[in-house]
């Protein structure tokens, strides 16, 4: 991983990141650039960023995940995350694809039933329920916890 750095995101990044998180498809709201933690190459560009967004005043969630494909299978993600999960108090939540369950369970982060989950999460789980009717993949969404 030389070559990086991994630090607290600039204002003036906030472009880049939202750029980059269409880029790697994942949910593009709540994006606000105070809460990233970004990896930046040699060149200045935001390569990797994840972020701890609030969902009222109990409940945060490790989100916004991404990594550029050009940059991946070099441990930013982990560099990323790591920092996130030393900066913040737990409970910590995430929702996932279930493919990349198993990334977050090395963390220590367990899946959820939708009876353990806050209300925030199992309603948006319940959304993706009734839309995976029309989907063809096997994947579900996972809402996991670390504690």
């Not at 995940?65 to 910590?92: S, T």
Request: hydrophobic share 40%; aromatic share 6%; proline share 5%.
């Amino acid at each position: 991983m030389t070559g990086y750095e991994i630090r607290a995101a600039l204002e003036a990044e906030s472009t880049q990141i939202r750029n980059l998180i269409h880029l790697v498809g994942i949910n593009p709201t709540g994006l606000d650039w105070r809460r990233f933690i970004v990896a930046v190459d040699q060149r200045g560009q935001v390569v990797a960023c994840g972020q701890v967004k609030p969902h009222g005043t109990e409940i945060r969630e490790l989100a916004s995940i991404a990594v550029h494909p050009d940059h991946r299978k070099l441990g930013l993600a982990r560099a990323v995350i790591e920092v996130l999960l030393r900066e913040n108090p737990r409970p910590l939540y995430l929702m996932c694809m279930s493919h990349n369950g198993p990334m977050y369970e090395k963390f220590g982060f367990q899946v959820l039933q939708t009876g353990q989950m806050p209300r925030y999460f199992s309603r948006i789980r319940k959304l993706l329920d009734v839309a995976s009717i029309f989907k063809k993949s096997d994947e579900e969404l996972l809402v996991m916890k670390l504690e």
